[in-house]
């Protein structure tokens, strides 16, 4: 059995092409009845890291992104089956390209207008 707390909170996510895709932030378990809960799945998310620093700072990232689509502001969950391996970084059956397209539009529209980048 692993310390999940150890283990798997902010560890470098790859993705199956070996791609970053952040930290994990968070850590779903599904609650049984009679029987021990189970980790349903992992997640990451700013609004979850900003949670888990303080509440204050959890309200003013809120704020920021008020009015953004909730599909930008909701974590990101990759279910349990999908994590490969647990080492210096957790490994994932998981595309980044197809789970973050906001990335790649900020990649496309604003980082590589900036001289340099």
């Known amino acids: 059995m692993i310390d999940l707390g150890r283990q798997v909170l902010d560890q470098q996510l790859v993705d199956r092409n070996d791609l970053n895709m952040g930290k994990v932030d968070g850590i779903a378990l599904e609650l049984r009845e009679g029987r021990p809960a189970r980790v349903a799945a992992i997640l990451t998310g700013g ?30 969950r990759i279910p349990w089956p999908q994590v490969k391996k647990i ?30 980048a």
């Open 47 to 76: 609004h979850l890291l900003s949670r888990r620093l303080h509440p204050r700072i959890e309200r003013w990232v809120r704020k920021l992104t008020r009015g953004l689509a909730p599909s930008r502001v909701q974590p990101l």
């Open 87 to 116: 080492g210096i970084d957790v490994k994932v059956d998981f595309a980044a390209a197809d789970a973050m397209p906001w990335e790649h539009w900020v990649r496309d529209r604003i980082v590589r207008r900036i001289p340099g």
